[in-house]
């Protein structure tokens, strides 16, 4: 069975950090491009950033310089380490995966992140 799982979300101060984690099954990550997804109450889903299958990494301008996006092949995990958070970056991140940057085809329940003193 494919799909992606996420984990690592919680509350967290303003200038503080979190790690999630997108765990996969059912299909290598290596060879798939797994994003970075988050939606606030009434916003849009933004996506905040991309690691394709050769590696590069994208991220939305709001996040760039903050967030980083790795791969551990040997875990078949994805993670999303998050610095200086803000209160904007509250949101239900969810994690994607498809064969590129620009279509998915599994998506995870989400994780709550919540940045507040």
């Known amino acids: 069975q494919v799909q992606v799982v996420e984990s690592g979300g919680d509350l967290v101060q303003p200038g503080g950090s979190l790690r999630l984690s997108c765990a996969a099954s059912?299909?290598?990550?290596?060879?798939?491009?797994i994003a970075w997804f988050r939606q606030a109450p009434g916003k849009e889903r933004e996506r905040v950033s991309c690691?394709?299958?050769?590696?590069?990494?994208y991220y939305s301008d709001s996040v760039k310089g903050r967030f980083t996006s790795s791969r551990d092949n040997a875990k078949n995990t994805v993670y999303l380490q998050m610095n200086s958070l803000k209160p904007e970056d509250a949101a239900v991140y969810y994690c994607?995966?498809?064969?590129?940057?620009?279509?998915?085809?599994?998506w995870g329940q989400g994780t709550q992140v919540t940045v507040s003193s």
């Open positions: 059912g299909f290598t990550v290596e060879y798939y491009a």
């Open positions: 690691i394709n299958s050769s590696g590069n990494t």
């Open positions: 994607a995966a498809g064969e590129s940057c620009s279509y998915f085809d599994y």
